[in-house]
């Protein structure tokens, strides 16, 4: 498993992960495949944020995430940033 940190960046979370990239698009996140907005509003942005923004389920995201290897780390500072 690849642990991922939710209070981080999508900038950041990508750079570590590319492979993020793709999992992320296939739930919607479509911007994470630009690099001008992966490089820019992806340095401000959290997954969970992300969600908010797009009215997606948190721990719908989290299970996909866990589908694809991904384990997180943090989950009690994850809701204190959203």
Do not use: H, W
Request: glycine share 10%.
């Amino acid at each position: 498993m690849k642990e991922i940190d939710l209070t981080r960046g999508i900038y950041e979370l990508t750079e570590a992960f590319p492979e993020l990239i793709g999992v992320l698009n296939e739930m919607g996140f479509t911007g994470v495949t630009y690099p001008l907005v992966r490089n820019t509003l992806g340095k401000i942005m959290t997954i969970p944020q992300g969600c908010q923004k797009q009215g997606k389920n948190l721990d719908d995201v989290v299970r996909k995430l866990a589908e694809n290897g991904f384990a997180m780390t943090s989950p009690q500072a994850i809701f204190s940033r959203i």
